[in-house]
C-alpha cells in the first residue's frame, strides 16, 4: 500500500519562501503532485513532476514563484514556494498517481494516493 506523507508545513510572513516535502512509500509512483484546498473551494493543483524526469507542470498561479523538484538519487519531491501572500494559506496536500503524462499531473481526479496535509499559513 503507498503512502503519501508531507511535511514542512507551517506559518510564514507574507514574502516568505517555505519548502514543502512529500515522501512516498510501497510504490514509485511515476507521477507526483502538490494540490492546496481551503474550504468552500475545490483542491487546487499547485505543482506536478513526473518522477526522476525533469517534467513539471504549474498552475497558472505560480507565475514562476514555485519550484517543484527531486534532488539526485532522492525520491523525496520538494515544493519549494516564493514570494507568498497571505491569500495562499491553505492545506498543502501531496499525492502520487500510476499517470506517467504531464496532461493530468493538475487533475486531482486522477491521484489515488494521498497525504494527511501540511498547513501553510501566510501572515500579513
Known amino acids: 500500500q503507498v503512502q503519501v506523507m508531507e511535511s514542512g508545513g507551517g506559518t510564514v510572513q507574507a514574502g516568505g519562501s517555505p519548502r514543502l516535502s512529500c515522501s512516498a512509500s510501497g510504490y514509485r509512483a511515476p507521477a507526483m503532485a502538490w494540490f492546496r484546498h481551503v474550504p468552500e473551494a475545490e483542491r487546487e493543483g499547485v505543482a506536478g513532476i513526473l518522477v526522476g524526469t525533469n517534467t513539471t507542470v504549474y498552475g497558472d498561479f505560480v507565475k514562476g514563484r514555485f519550484t517543484i523538484f527531486q534532488e539526485k538519487g532522492d525520491d523525496t519531491v520538494y515544493l519549494q514556494m516564493n514570494s507568498l501572500n497571505p491569500e495562499e494559506t491553505a492545506t498543502y496536500y501531496c499525492?502520487?498517481?500510476?499517470?506517467?503524462?504531464?496532461?493530468?499531473?493538475?487533475?486531482?481526479?486522477?491521484?489515488?494516493?494521498w497525504g494527511k496535509g501540511t498547513q501553510v499559513t501566510v501572515s500579513s
Open positions: 499525492a502520487s498517481t500510476i499517470r506517467g503524462s504531464a496532461w493530468y499531473l493538475l487533475r486531482p481526479t486522477e491521484f489515488t494516493n
